[in-house]
């Protein structure tokens, strides 16, 4: 069954930077496009960022562009989240979702637990 | 992109049937059929209850319906259980660069 497994979550400092692991099994994962989501504490899901199947396409939303870069390695299948110049408001929880397709599509079902970054000082 | 409006709260007692609103603009909710809903529990990981505004993945209760009019969707839950509450989410699609935006969110108490 898929599975999708974050890591790397934890406290930092504002301006430092931070790497999001989600390793990814149970489906070929150079098939599909891969999100990142985000929830902040007592707020809603925001989508981050979005990678094509075959790492071509990469876009993010408006509140990290620059700052985000999301990046995937199909020999380990792993998707990460480089963070950098991290503030408060990146404080959040972070899912790693899988697409249902090559690109971006309207929905997915397969999301992971989550992991915690905290933006403090 | 300016996230979809949702209630705060809804609520209803056993066996009742409640309905969650959700409204965007015509450059997302209304421009595509893209509409879907996640349920969300503390500490596990969110849920796909509707999907292409009211399809039902595999495994979801029948008592979950979604509807779309216009720029607004909506998800209507029949005979409430215990065990549907929870928060929900309304996502739609808005174009390849920015594919999902989210509503707020609705914390459902089942009374």
């Known amino acids: 069954q898929v599975q999708l497994v974050e890591s790397g979550g934890g406290v930092v400092q504002p301006g430092r930077s931070l790497r999001l692991s989600c390793a990814a099994s149970?489906?070929?994962?150079?098939?599909?496009?891969m999100h990142w989501v985000r929830q902040a504490p007592d707020k809603g899901l925001e989508w981050v960022a979005v990678?094509?199947?075959?790492?071509?396409?990469?876009y993010y939303a408006d509140s990290v562009k620059g700052r985000f870069t999301i990046s995937r390695d199909t020999s380990n299948n792993t998707l990460y989240l480089q963070m950098n110049s991290l503030r408060a408001e990146d404080t959040a929880v972070y899912y790693c979702?899988?697409?249902?397709?090559?690109?971006?599509?309207?929905?997915?079902?397969?999301w992971g637990q989550g992991t915690l970054v905290t933006v403090s000082s | 992109q300016s996230a979809l409006t949702q209630p705060a709260s809804v609520s209803g007692s056993p066996g009742q049937s409640i309905t969650i609103s959700c409204t965007g603009t015509s450059s997302d909710v209304g421009a595509y059929n893209y509409v879907s809903w996640y349920q969300l529990h503390p500490g596990r990981a969110p849920k796909l209850m509707i999907y292409l505004v009211n399809k039902r993945p595999s495994g979801v209760s029948n008592r979950f319906s979604g509807s779309k009019s216009g720029n607004s969707a909506s998800l209507t839950i029949s005979g409430l259980q215990a065990e549907d509450e929870a928060d929900y989410y309304c996502c739609s699609y808005a174009g390849y660069t920015t594919p999902w935006v989210f509503g707020g969110g609705t914390k459902l108490t089942v009374l």
């Open positions: 990678i094509s199947f075959d790492g071509n396409n990469k």
């Open positions: 979702v899988r697409d249902p397709g090559q690109y971006s599509s309207s929905y997915s079902g397969y």
């Open positions: 149970g489906f070929t994962f150079s098939s599909y496009a």
